[in-house]
Nanobody, 121 residues
Framework: QVQLVESGGGLVQAGGSLRLSCAAS????????MGWFRQASGKEREFVAI????????DYSDSVKGRFTISRDNAKNTVYLQMNRLKPEDTAVYYC??????????????WGQGTQVTVSS
């Protein structure tokens, strides 16, 4: 069992930055790929970024590539999402998830409760 708790969301102006964190409980954190997904109001949840077990392999959606960076610290059981040059369209609830490497939601077994990111224009 893995429990995930996101933090770091908030209100930021367009062009600004935020860093999201996701702290995991349990000793098996390093056994899971970790992903970030987001859901804007009235829209389907979508893939944002993923990082492999060792942190070497990463993948990003086209909409955030070059602006967001995912990283993980297996010693701290934490995954991060550094978000730079934020845009109003990045406004969403951001979720971290633990599972199998890939962009498919059903491949993820565990989900956090989400953290709100709001980008003002």
């Amino acid at each position: 069992q893995v429990q995930l708790v996101e933090s770091g969301g908030g209100l930021v102006q367009a062009g600004g930055s935020l860093r999201l964190s996701c702290a995991a409980s349990g000793r098996t954190f390093s056994s899971y790929a970790m992903g970030w997904f987001r859901q804007a109001s009235g829209k389907e949840r979508e893939f944002v970024a993923i990082i492999g077990l060792s942190g070497i392999n990463t993948d990003y959606s086209d909409s955030v590539k070059g602006r967001f960076t995912i990283s993980r610290d297996n010693a701290k059981n934490t995954v991060y999402l550094q978000m730079n040059r934020l845009k109003p369209e990045d406004t969403a609830v951001y979720y971290c998830a633990a599972g199998t490497y890939g962009r498919i939601e059903s491949w993820y077994n565990y989900w956090g409760q989400g953290t709100q990111v709001t980008v003002s224009s």
